[in-house]
Each structure stands twice: as C-alpha cells, then as structure tokens.
C-alpha cells in the first residue's frame, strides 16, 4: 500500500476570528486553515486540519512544496521511517515552519486507526479514556473580563483557568490577584504572558503567582532564552512551564529537561510535528520525571488528536481549550465531547475519530494544491 494521492485545500475561514486586541499584537486573523487529505493505492482515505498561521496560502505553498512530493508513493504504516528521513530531508534547504509536518503525520495515524478499527488513543495504548479540561483566555480588556471568566469557567465544572494576560506587569499581577479571589483558594489557575517579561519582571511576578497559589507559570520569557528561563526556574518554586514554540521537537526540549530550562514542557500535534512528535516529547519528559502538558492545536479538529494523545499519557494533566470555545469550533458536524463534570472523551470511532463537515470546508475552500 502506498499514498497515490494528497490533496491540500486552502480556506479561509467564514466565521468569527480573533480580533486585534485578543491577539494583543500582530492584528486581526480569521482563523485561515488547511485541510490536508492523503488517499492510498488501497482504497485508505484520511484527513487533518492544519495550522495556517496569518494566511492560508503561504501555508499551503509550504505544504505542497516541501511535503507533498516528499509523502506520494510512501507507504503510509512506515510513520517513524518517515519521520526520521523527513528531518534530513527538511535539513537540505526546507526549513518548513514548525506547524508544517503536523497535519501529515496525523493523516498516517488516522490511516493506522482505520485500518487496526480502533480509536487513536487506543491505538497509541490507552491510559485513561477521559481528560480534565480548562479554559484557556484570549487576551482581554479589563480586569473584570477575566473574573467573569474564570468564574464563568468554575461554574461550569472545568477543571482550571489560565490566563493570557496584557503582558504589562502592574495589569497582569492586577488580573492575577482579581481572577485568585473570585475563584477561591483551591481552584487550579495558570498565569502565560507568552514571553512577556524580562527576566527580573518574571522573577517579580513569579514571586507573586507563588504567594496567589498558581498552577503553573507559562513561557514567562521567550522560549529560547535558556540562560533567563534556567535562572529563573532555579530562582522559583512554582513550575516554569515552557518549549511551546521550540524548534526541534523532542530533540531540543531534552536539552532544555536535562539542563534545567524548565521545569514542564508543552507539545502539541501542530506545533511538534504530529502524534509521533507529540508522543516522543511525552515519554521523553516521563524519563525525567517532568509534566508534558500538550498545549491546544487552536482548532478543535486537531485539539481532539490532541485529546487522543492525553489519553494514552500518564503525564498531562489536563485538556486545554482556548475560551471562548465558538472562535475554534468550526468544521466538525460533530463538536467534542465535554461531560457536566468537565472532563473530556476521545471520539470511540476508528482512527482519529473527526466528523468533518464538508459542506463548511467547501464553502471555506479557496484553491486545491
């Protein structure tokens, strides 16, 4: 059996986007996507959104011209065969973005799922067949923006809150305080400036999320500041959380468990390289004893590979999806499951288990490479 066939659409999406200031800078997006389908000589069909950043057509470009040709005529169970020549392969004058390789690598485990007849998460070896979920903030306006959230998101029997502040300090401990005395003592929160700070304002504010009880502190500085992020993670006691957009995969993100960088790493199936990637980086942490908590794919169609991979974890601790949950629900017939006590369940079906919505996809659709 080999993959006779790959199709990459380009869409744009319809529906509601992110506005300018819950990017905090970059400006508007509308959420473009790609949609990956890969077709064998046996009758195999799969398909995988995949990010396409601030627009869907360098993305798709990328796709075609440096994966495309290299999947046609490979035999999709061959996952770590290709994984492994696609690295040398990207070496010699690729250089795709980080979110390239991912929805591929997902098209060759849904492939698998299908024909095994099993869903992914027990394909991969089941740990567990439900996940705690928490909210995950855009960046808001005001202060009480994130109280009514983060409350919003207790009420509902989710699991914990992060934050996704302004990144201007004095806000952000303000939002910090706020969002800890409207939740109570116990509730689980996450503060992630996404590399706001610098490193005497991370060690300010860490200071201060470890007096508030907070969870965990994410990408306080940028992820490739292994000097600031190593001081700072010997300097607190709460976890720095970290390598969310770290080039290299499992590859890199042992260098920075080994030396310290930080203290919990993140991993997704669209910023890593795929379930394989995502997989890696998961046993890779367990091996130092360290939380890979696998970071949301931002579209719910890859979130759910996502939820796959934390089922067949020991340790993730939770599911996140980014709040509000409308802006990233689209393209599914079916939406992912969340039970009344806030845990999330894997499709049971075969393969990745996504009910795609063709007809949404079609009308988002631009151009076919």
């Known amino acids: 059996m080999v993959i006779d066939n790959i199709e990459i659409r380009l869409c744009r999406n319809r529906g509601e986007g992110w506005a300018e200031s819950e990017m905090r800078v970059g400006g508007r997006t509308n959420v473009d996507f790609l949609v990956i389908t890969m077709r064998t000589d046996a009758g195999m069909e799969a398909s995988?959104?995949?990010?396409?950043?601030r627009g869907a057509e360098m993305s798709g470009y990328i796709a075609?011209?440096?994966?495309?040709?290299?999947?046609?005529?490979r035999d999709p169970l061959a996952r770590e065969k290709h994984w492994c020549e696609f690295r040398m392969h990207d070496r010699w004058l690729n250089h795709v973005p980080i979110y390239s390789y991912g929805p591929f690598d997902i098209c060759l485990w849904d492939i698998a799922g299908k024909m095994a007849g099993l869903p992914l998460y027990r394909l991969l070896g089941e740990?567990?067949?439900?996940?705690?979920?928490?909210?995950?903030?855009?960046?808001?306006?005001?202060?009480?923006?994130?109280?009514?959230?983060?409350?919003?998101i207790k009420d509902q029997r989710w699991h914990a809150y992060k934050v996704h502040p302004p990144g201007r300090v004095d806000l952000d401990l303000e939002i910090y305080r706020a969002c800890r005395e409207a939740v109570g003592p116990d509730f689980p929160l996450m503060a992630d400036?996404?590399?706001?700070?610098?490193?005497?304002?991370?060690?300010?504010?860490?200071?201060?999320?470890?007096?508030?009880k907070y969870h965990w502190f994410e990408e306080p500085l940028f992820d490739v500041d292994f000097g600031g992020l190593r001081r700072l993670a010997a300097s607190l006691d709460i976890p720095v959380?970290?390598?969310?957009?770290?080039?290299?995969?499992?590859?890199?993100?042992?260098?920075?468990?080994?030396?310290?960088?930080?203290?919990?790493?993140?991993?997704?199936?669209?910023?890593?390289g795929g379930v394989t990637a995502v997989m890696k980086t998961a046993h890779l942490a367990e091996s130092f004893g360290a939380q890979c908590e696998i970071h949301t794919s931002v579209y719910h169609a890859m979130d759910i590979v996502n939820l796959h991979c934390a089922c067949a974890v020991s340790?993730?601790?939770?599911?996140?999806?980014?709040?509000?949950?409308?802006?990233?629900?689209?393209?599914?017939?079916?939406?992912?499951?969340?039970?009344?006590?806030?845990?999330?369940?894997?499709?049971?079906?075969?393969?990745?288990?996504?009910?795609?919505?063709w007809d949404y996809i079609d009308n988002c659709t631009v151009k076919r490479l």
């Open 48 to 53: 995988s959104f995949g990010f396409a950043a």
């Open 64 to 73: 075609q011209a440096a994966l495309k040709d290299f999947f046609l005529g």
């Open 127 to 152: 740990y567990r067949d439900k996940v705690p979920v928490y909210g995950s903030s855009l960046v808001l306006s005001t202060v009480t923006e994130y109280v009514r959230q983060a409350v919003e």
């Open 193 to 212: 400036p996404v590399a706001a700070y610098n490193h005497e304002q991370a060690l300010r504010v860490g200071r201060e999320l470890e007096r508030l």
């Open 241 to 272: 959380c970290g390598t969310e957009v770290l080039a290299g995969n499992n590859y890199s993100i042992a260098e920075c468990l080994a030396t310290g960088v930080v203290d919990m790493v993140r991993a997704d199936v669209s910023w890593k």
């Open 315 to 357: 340790n993730c601790e939770f599911f996140e999806l980014l709040y509000p949950m409308s802006h990233f629900d689209f393209g599914m017939k079916t939406p992912l499951h969340i039970d009344a006590d806030g845990y999330a369940h894997p499709p049971r079906t075969a393969g990745i288990g996504v009910d795609f919505d």
